[in-house]
């Protein structure tokens, strides 16, 4: 899952990592008396689960009573990225000197952890020019590593004393909560040579959730969402008209590829897992009928042992209970599919024996 | 490197030359026991099954099962063995195959913890062994062996070496070749996740010698940078079998998981272009649709002449 910032910051505080005061809220009530808390200048910040806010207005300084009441509200209005504000991190400014960039990133090729640093951090990692890339293992840093990697980015001093001290308390928490990505940017050298964090991201291995109880308070998850779960699905919502259904996640990414290669629109990505029967086929029309963006249903399945028929009686089930009153375009690898279309003759549901030609159907289809 | 076919095949002189013994860990298990049936039925040597708890029983009425992979290799001999378990006992499962003396694992369970893939491998590593997976649909030598939850029905025996990060994708192109009269002399599912234990690039290796290969199909998806370095080996090695790519992901959006846990575009890290654009780069057509593979495979084919 991946982490907000002030979530982030939650974690790095309880690790000893510095950071500035802040606080965060999810209304301008409570913002108000943050304020006070903290006083001004501070800068307000939009919780989002994407970067490029600072671009988007989504950082703002604030230096008064008069100024946060206009863009508290301002900046939890924001929409980035199609993602609406979690919450408002109000944060002191800092007076720095220099920016440094400092990540425990999962590196999936080389099958180990590596520390990626810069003396020039803050800006997105793309941008970042004069990495040092250490390879580590399974995370972790010894402090002479810590040194080494310190020593290439120009550190010295005090500086340096304070860049050990982050990357290994960063390396503990990144082993202990299972992090894919672990990073600091910028991590700010203060006037006074102290090193802060000044922002973070952090993302850990979902399929490490069960051994985190700890961490649970963090995922966000829409009803939908764990409803597709329990059923072992996998569910992206989308923003198109077209809801892709299919058993495989592979198979369902390439359907969706070539729905909006011919123009249509996916609504979500809606993977049922490697098998078919008529349960889990019902289970995913009755979430996608709680979807209401939606105006057709392709299903791509390929069942090699699947009986298509076991797969039809799923569609009359659905139109039978009022489940669903969409046209659903199928195509079904697998036995008896000619069984299958007969079944289901007359109803909303049309059977096509190639993915391309369900999927035209579904275009034409959402256009009239 | 490993010798995928002697590990598969045995070796001319071997008791059990082309059918070489397997053991199933989690046979009694809804989805192992359901799976061994059909690996039976398929074709595939079993020789034992291991449920802690059940040792001195019998799947099926025929197949030993076992408290312990010790006890399971020591009574058979058998070094593959293929993994059912949930995904949180699968770590425990992995050792103590390995332990064993186990030298190819098929790792099917979804959902394994990252660490515990790189525990696994790091053991792995220290004991010579090739693991696959894990979230893989596990290896199929079509008509001989099949170590997995595949359907046979899709595969058939040939010359051309498939390799693919998807199960149901490798299924249906698989399905395409055949039906264009492309059979298949190795597939290997690559699997899911971020961490593999056996890469594009290390089944690429596999297979690359193979005396009488006649084509290389890549089946891969957005995450990760797998394909680039595949690409690039594919260039550095001189290569030079038709290979022909396909690329899953296309459309999907950034920073969301696309039901594989590797399957995640972060930034331009795993984008679908830059697989592309490096399969380009090592002259490698990559087809838009599965069912283009077959074609495009024909064309490169006639080119090389």
């Known amino acids: 899952m991946r982490l907000l910032e002030f979530q982030a910051k939650e974690l790095f505080r309880e690790y000893g990592i510095n950071l500035l005061d802040s606080k965060s809220s999810t209304n301008i009530e409570e913002g108000r008396k943050h304020a006070k808390e903290l006083g001004y200048p501070f800068v307000i910040k939009i919780q989002v689960p994407v970067g490029g806010r600072g671009k988007a207005g989504g950082i703002q300084m604030c230096q008064n009573d008069d100024e946060f009441e206009l863009k508290y509200p301002q900046v939890m209005d924001l929409t980035i990225k199609g993602e609406k504000a979690r919450a408002i991190l109000l944060e002191k400014m800092a007076d720095i000197k220099n920016e440094l960039y400092l990540s425990i990133f999962l590196n999936r090729s080389k099958r180990c952890y590596t520390i990626i640093a810069s003396s020039d951090g803050g800006v997105e990692i793309e941008s970042i020019k004069n990495q040092i890339i250490k390879e580590i293992g399974l995370g972790d840093v010894s402090d002479e590593v810590a040194r080494e990697v310190a020593k290439e980015i120009g550190l010295e001093g005090k500086i340096a004393d304070g860049f050990v001290d982050t990357l290994k308390k960063l390396s503990k928490l990144a082993i202990e909560k299972e992090a894919e990505l672990a990073e600091i940017n910028p991590l700010a050298i203060m006037q006074d040579d102290t090193v802060i964090t000044l922002d973070g991201k952090f993302v850990t291995d979902d399929n490490s959730n069960f051994r985190h109880e700890e961490l649970q308070k963090y995922q966000e998850i829409s009803e939908i969402q764990a409803q597709a779960e329990k059923s072992g699905f996998s569910l992206v919502e989308l923003d198109g008209n077209i809801a892709v259904v299919g058993n495989g996640a592979g198979l369902v990414m390439s359907t969706l590829d070539m729905l909006s290669d011919n123009g249509g629109k996916p609504a979500c990505f809606l993977d049922v897992g490697g098998g078919a029967t008529t349960e889990s086929v019902y289970e995913a029309l009755t979430l996608i009928s709680k979807m209401s963006r939606v105006k057709a249903i392709l299903v791509n399945l390929y069942g090699g042992i699947v009986k298509t028929t076991v797969v039809a009686e799923a569609f009359l089930k659905a139109y039978e209970n009022n489940l669903i009153d969409l046209p659903v375009f199928a195509r079904l690898k697998g036995t008896e599919s000619e069984k299958a279309k007969e079944m289901l003759q007359g109803s909303r549901t049309k059977i096509y024996n190639s993915v391309e030609e369900a999927i035209n159907a579904a275009v034409m289809g959402v256009k009239n | ?305």
Request: glycine share 12%; net charge neutral.
């Open chain 2, 1 to 305: 490197m490993t010798d995928i076919f002697e590990l598969l095949k045995g070796k001319p002189e071997d008791h059990d030359y082309m059918k070489k013994g397997v053991i199933v860990q989690g046979i009694t298990g809804a989805y192992g026991s359901i799976h061994a049936r059909h690996m039976i039925r398929d074709g595939t040597n079993i020789v034992a099954g291991v449920t802690p708890g059940k040792g001195g029983q019998k799947f099926e009425g025929k197949v030993p099962i076992y408290n312990t992979m010790q006890e399971a290799v020591d009574a058979t001999n058998a070094k593959i063995s293929i993994i059912f378990v949930p995904a949180k006992f699968f770590l425990a499962a992995a050792k103590d195959a390995l332990e064993a003396g186990i030298k190819l694992l098929v790792a099917i369970p979804e959902h394994v913890p990252i660490r515990d893939t790189m525990l696994t491998l790091e053991l792995a590593k220290q004991k010579g062994a090739v693991v696959i997976g894990p979230n893989t649909p596990g290896i199929i030598i079509p008509e001989l062996i099949k170590i997995g939850i595949m359907p046979i029905t899709p595969f058939k025996a040939g010359k051309i070496a498939v390799l693919s990060k998807s199960g149901t994708l490798l299924y249906e192109i698989s399905d395409a070749l055949t039906t264009a009269g492309f059979g298949q002399s190795i597939t290997i599912g690559i699997g899911g996740d971020p961490v593999n234990g056996t890469r594009l690039v290390d089944a690429f290796e596999m297979i690359k010698d193979i005396p009488d290969l006649e084509g290389l199909v890549v089946v891969g998806e957005i995450g990760g940078d797998s394909e680039e370095i595949l690409a690039q080996r594919i260039i550095d090695s001189g290569f030079n079998k038709p290979t022909i790519a396909y690329i899953a992901g296309r459309a999907a959006p950034k920073e969301k998981r696309m039901g594989h846990a590797g399957a995640i575009i972060m930034g331009t890290y795993g984008s679908a272009e830059s697989k592309i654009s490096m399969f380009n780069k090592a002259n490698i057509p990559v087809a838009k649709r599965p069912v283009e593979v077959p074609v495009l495979l024909a064309g490169k084919m006639e080119k090389s002449g």
